[in-house]
């Protein structure tokens, strides 16, 4: 019989439906009837993959000593397991509450955690996706601590009530036996002694319990003669407690930062008291009190002197002083001083049997941003090199980008170039957290993930085969001065914190061409090179952006109205009049508004650039007329052209990096052609205004609180300035701000910020309000290029453009484009910004029948320009030649902002910009020749009759797709009316290409191409932090990522095919070890039975000695991960073998039972045969009679 495809019919009716949407133009070829398209719905799944990173807000640690195996909790209820280099796991609970304690089953394959809502889970571990097996729900109390003997199966559960509750790991169920508090203690106590806070069996005597309460009471509890043995009493709170291996003392850390060491049959006082930390008065009294020592390990060796490790317990008076982690061994103590605060320790003992020496060879330490290991076998107490990418934090991520199926040569040689940044010093050792296996199958293809962060740095990871490893890192503000104090610090920054943070960068994997944008409106290029060199002078060319609006009611009767300066290589571009400027000086005093002045300074020292990125060229917007430059918002790289474009809410600039020259520039609405249908209109006039008057609050541009902020700052602060009247200004900005937030994050269900002028506007008006229309006239000045002695350029210009809404930064501090999707004139009035660029090879004008040069051009309207590009001759040619430019006008309108465009051929081909094969800039000039191969273009066509491109563009509402020449919408595809696409990408997927658009309402879709048929709409993970609609970046082959948290990276696939393999690349946890031998018990502890103590755990908790626990004090909940789905679900040779283990063990524990019962059988034979026998001879002589 046929199997029934559910897939496949829904795959033909949104065919179908597409198909119906379409609205092909009269009288043009369907041309869906020549590009085949071979992607379905079938090759379409979306799961994920791996998280990297630290783990966000840490509250736990266990580890297996056997396994190797690193457990972290977290406070949102995330489970990380650590292995070996590349073997990580993610699992999360779902309560998502606060992980307080872990426990591993040692060398068995699970782990046991307890949570803030008083539940305790069982994870298997055997797995490669662990899965909860049991779970245990406590109604009545809290549960505070937690202890599982190793190689025990009953769990001890401390509450906050001071009682004590034993678990079955195995069963997941209550034992009737219970430790209450009011029998632990003394009768003749008044009070009670607090929660519950250690528990520990005697590592010689395993009958024996000790107990400590927070009150400072500890006692030692016969767990046979259901009695405490002795107690202990102090005057300070415990917060930890530390056995001796031989089980003859223990150490308690108190709250007034001192360490008592009792002997086990002497409560009456403690052994010793010492303050680590404190100061010994000379007079004998009492020390100082310190801070609390949270925790304390005593760890035993055979050779020398105990280890003691504690945390806290520093003086009061050393305020400021980090955290640190003291190390006391024999007579020395070391004080190890942590970057972050310390949440959690483990001491690494070479041996998992707690009735022998020890041998600690290192201390895991779970700081609250970072997880160190510090090795306690070297002089001087190095840390291992972590093999973890827990660096992503290191400076908190402001963008992200997502490269898969890059070039071979790509990872070596990021590899080369970083390796020399690896930091020194750290132990010799191999890291000591090295369980678990890589998985089998891997992802065969490289994979870079590039990151930009606030303090300027740019890191490169290696992420192929579902790892990531750091390659190298960049760090853009070398070439900036830093101000060495605050009088020193510039008033020109736009900034208040991170003024070097990454915007948003362009890269190009073949060339290795690199361009950066910084929120301080900069941009650098880099090229990349494995020599080392000097730039005695970082080249720096300055670009002056400028709009001042005034109403046009009535001219200016003193102003003189004069022809506007052409445009360098612009052949049709619309002009308007301006008025006369002064010449553009630099001015920065307090008397006038700053002028013509970056927001960073440029270093004037010679820069040594180590192998790697080197600065080619630093492009910076100037302060105009005391009006800060806006923020980039849109940037490109190409390397065949050697062009960079960037665009703001002030228009485009082009800027040939090779000549080091600006070749365009352009307001946003110069962009449209006169003849074009969305050419901006006039508004009637107002009264007029003196020139250089600020606009209205309803029509300003000028949001200075939040343009005045960092991708990383939550605060805001206004520029400086001292003109007062931009002063009033802010002042209603931020009264505007506050009335109309709610209404905002009602209708976008508090996710953003985002606020356009439009949604302002329309506020106004339903509050009774009006409107004020004003037309702008736009003033452009442009200057002459100066080289000075030192070559550098500095390019001065006013650029032309329309009136914009304000950038806004939202919660997380993430710039955000407009979601305005109507052409109303309200919608007009606001500022229209670059949001994407695409450098192509295809038809800039309908008349053309030959591909040339082109660069889409895409705005926050949703206009998509198209500009031609005439390049000079490759060689000495195009060092000399200008580039010609000309605006062609619209090419089309969709709603929403513009967010990819990309080219296909008559094929449904993929058509990427075309660039330059790299080559090393500080080569010899024969080895330059060789590299410096340009990627053939496609080839020309003159076929005048036929469409042979496709433009396939995208907005945050709908896509289209474009036949060129003709400039026809061929295809229109709705993609959300109730939301926003915040990111989408054109990929290649199973050998053809799509459109992967993720929403703000959580849906992640793909569309077929050209067709623009759905084929994937998964409703994933809404918009719950701008973190991720900032990070969120799609990659070739069915790839993607985001930010999840501030420290990690959560990977996704959309493919099926690596959904499908998924099990066989993850890593595996579980590996079957052998359990080390017990220690030797030894002839003469044998004899005199001076040896560990063994207690039969089950005769004393089980159900027949102590009871069934009452129903109502906690609820078992059998977990989806129970062992017949372990063994369905577990892969693998590992997972075979352990299959195999487990059936072993259960054919011997069945073999085992068979020969009980055959044994009682023979007995009860036996039994019955003695029985008749003595019958037989007690009736053998007696009459019937005697009966």
């Known amino acids: 019989m046929k199997k029934f495809n559910i897939r496949k019919v829904l795959d033909g009716l949104t065919a179908a439906s597409s198909s119906s949407s379409a609205n092909a133009q009269p009288g043009t070829p369907r041309e869906n009837d020549v590009v085949q398209e071979t992607l379905q719905s079938e090759h379409f799944q979306l799961c994920k993959t791996v998280r990297h990173g630290f783990p966000y807000q840490p509250s736990s640690m266990a580890f297996d000593p056997v396994q190797k195996i690193l457990a972290i909790g977290t406070q949102a209820g995330a489970l990380r397991l650590f292995g070996r280099a590349g073997v990580e796991c993610y699992c999360q609970h779902e309560s998502n509450a606060a992980v307080i ?14 949570l803030a809502d008083d539940s305790i889970h069982l994870w298997n571990l055997r797995q490669k996706i662990p899965a909860i097996l049991h779970s245990l729900k406590f109604n009545r109390e809290r549960i505070t601590y937690c202890h599982l003997p190793f190689q025990s199966k009953w769990l001890y559960i401390g509450t906050e009530r001071g009682n004590i509750h034993i678990v079955n790991v195995e069963s997941f169920t209550l034992s009737g036996y219970v430790i209450m508090w009011n029998k632990a203690i003394e009768l003749s106590t008044k009070t009670h002694p607090g929660p519950v806070v250690h528990i520990s069996d005697n590592p010689m ?158 201390v895991v330490v779970l700081l609250e941003k970072d997880l160190v290991v510090i090795d306690l076998g070297q002089i001087g107490y190095p840390i291992f090199e972590s093999p973890y990418p827990l660096t992503i934090h290191e400076s908190p991520v402001t963008c992200c980008e997502y490269f898969a199926d890059c070039p071979a040569e790509l990872i070596p040689a990021l590899y080369s170039v970083g390796c020399w940044q690896k930091r020194q010093g750290y132990s010799k050792k191999e890291w000591p957290i090295s369980g678990g296996n890589w998985g089998q199958g891997t992802l065969s293809y490289p994979e870079i993930i590039i990151t930009g962060h606030a303090d ?57 061409m690199l361009c950066v944008a910084g929120v301080s409106a900069h941009v650098i290029v880099y090229r990349f090179s494995k020599q080392e060199i000097t730039t005695e002078v970082v080249q720096l060319l300055e670009v002056r952006m400028q709009c001042e609006f005034s109403d046009v009611d009535s001219p200016d009767p003193g102003g003189e109205q004069t022809p506007t300066l052409p445009t360098p290589g612009a052949s049709s571009s619309p002009q308007e009049s301006e008025l006369p400027t002064q010449p553009s000086t630099g001015s920065n005093s307090s008397d006038g508004p700053r002028d013509n002045i970056p927001c960073l300074q440029v270093r004037s020292s010679p820069l040594k650039q180590s192998p790697g990125y080197q600065v080619e060229l630093v492009i910076q917007l100037v302060w105009v007329s005391g009006e800060p430059p806006q923020q980039i918002t849109s940037l490109a790289i190409n390397s065949s052209y050697g062009l960079v474009v960037f665009g703001n809410s002030n228009g485009l600039a082009v800027v040939d990096y090779l000549q080091k020259t600006l070749l365009f520039h352009m307001g946003t609405s110069e962009l449209y052609s006169p003849s074009d249908p969305f050419q901006r209109q006039p508004r009637s006039p107002r009264k007029a205004k003196p020139s250089g008057a600020m606009c209205d609050s309803n029509d300003g541009s000028n949001a200075s609180e939040d343009r005045c902020r960092s991708p990383t700052s939550g605060s805001t602060s206004p520029c400086n300035s001292d003109d007062d009247k931009k002063q009033k200004f802010i002042e209603k900005v931020k009264l505007k701000s506050r009335r109309f937030s709610k209404t905002v994050a009602n209708d976008f269900a508090k996710m953003s910020r985002k606020i356009s002028s439009s949604s302002e506007q329309k506020t106004d008006l339903e509050k009774g309000g009006f409107l004020r229309r004003r037309t702008q006239t736009c003033k452009k000045q442009l200057c002459c290029v100066k080289r000075t002695a030192t070559a550098r350029m500095n390019l001065k210009e006013d650029l032309c453009r329309t009136k914009s809404d304000p950038i806004f930064y939202a919660k997380d501090n993430s710039f955000t484009r407009s979601r305005s999707s109507s052409v109303t004139s309200i919608d007009r009035e606001s500022r229209e910004a670059i949001s994407s660029f695409y450098y192509c090879e295809s038809f800039s004008r309908k008349t053309d029948s030959l591909v040339s040069p082109c660069l889409l051009v895409g705005t926050t309207h949703g206009s998509v320009m198209m500009v031609a590009l005439n390049l000079p001759p490759a060689g000495d040619q195009r060092l000399q030649q200008p580039v010609g430019i000309a605006s062609c006008g619209t090419l089309v309108k969709l709603k929403g902002g513009i967010l990819t465009m990309s080219l296909l051929d008559a094929t449904g081909t993929l058509l990427p910009p075309s660039f330059e094969q790299w080559y090393d800039p500080n080569a010899s000039d024969e080895e330059k020749e060789k590299g410096r191969k340009r990627r053939p ?48 990408d054109v990929v290649q997927m199973a050998g053809a290409n799509c459109i992967a658009c993720f929403c703000a309402n959580g849906h992640i879709m793909t569309l077929s191409l050209p067709s623009l048929r759905p084929l994937l709409d998964v409703n994933y993970l809404p918009l719950t932090d701008m973190r991720i609609a900032r990070t969120f970046c799609f990659s070739n082959l069915g790839q993607a990522l985001y930010l999840t948290s501030p420290t990690e990276i959560q990977r996704i696939t959309y493919s099926q095919e690596t959904c499908d393999n998924l099990q066989e690349m993850l890593s595996e946890l579980f590996t079957p070890v052998e359990t080390p031998e017990a220690p030797n018990r030894g002839f003469f502890k044998g004899l005199f039975g001076g040896g560990a103590q063994s207690l039969d755990r089950e005769d004393l908790f089980g159900e027949t000695s102590a009871g069934k626990a009452s129903r109502s004090l906690a609820q078992h909940i059998p977990g989806p ?46 039994s019955f045969s003695k029985h008749a026998h003595d019958m037989m001879l007690k009736y053998k002589d007696k009459k019937w009679y005697q009966l």
């Not at 304690?101 to 307890?114: D, K, R, T």
């Not at 009958?207 to 400590?212: T, V």
């Not at 919408?969 to 990111?983: A, Q």
């Open 937 to 984: 273009a496609s080839p020309p066509s003159s076929q005048e009759s036929q469409d042979t491109h496709f433009a396939i563009l995208c907005s945050e509402k709908q896509a289209k797709v474009v036949a060129l020449p003709s400039q026809t919408r061929i295809y229109k595809h709705s993609i959300t009316e109730t939301s926003f696409v915040l990111r989408a």
């Open 456 to 512: 300027g740095s740019i890191k490169f990871w290696d992420a192929s085969a579902l790892m990531l490893q750091v390659l190298y890192k960049l760090k853009t503000a070398k070439v900036f001065e830093r101000a060495r104090g605050k009088e020193e610090k510039p008033n020109t920054d736009i900034v208040d914190e991170d003024p070097f943070a990454i915007q948003t960068l362009s890269w190009c994997p073949e060339s290795r």
């Open 1121 to 1166: 991960g129970n062992m017949e789905g372990m063994k369905g679900a577990a892969s693998g040779v590992v997972g075979d073998l352990a299959r195999a283990r487990i059936a072993l063990d259960e054919r011997g524990q069945k073999l085992g039972e068979l020969e009980e019962r055959t044994a009682a059988m023979m007995a009860s034979a036996e």
């Open 205 to 362: 005597d395993e009958g024996k319990l000790l107990i400590g309460f927070e009150s400072g009471i500890v006692v030692l509890w016969d767990l046979k003669s259901k009695k405490a043995d002795y107690r202990y009493s102090y005057d300070e709170a415990i917060h930890s407690v530390a056995w001796h291996h031989e089980g003859k003392q223990f150490v308690c850390s108190h709250s007034d930062g001192t360490l008592t060491t009792w002997n086990v049959r002497t409560p009456a006082k403690p052994v010793q008291i010492i303050t680590p930390h404190g100061k010994q008065p000379k007079d004998g009294k009492k020390p100082e009190p310190c801070k609390p020592i949270l925790k304390v390990e005593y760890k035993t060796t055979r050779a020398g002197d105990p280890f003691m490790v504690l945390s806290g317990g520093l003086s009061y008076d050393t305020v400021g002083r980090r955290a640190c982690l003291t190390v006391m061994h024999g007579k020395s103590t070391a004080v190890l001083e942590m970057d972050y605060p310390i949440v959690d320790f483990l001491t690494l003992c070479e041996t998992p049997y707690p009735n022998d020496f020890q041998e600690p060879y290192a």
């Open 101 to 114: 304690q872990l426990q591993f089953l040692i060398n068995e394959g699970a782990l046991v955690s307890a």
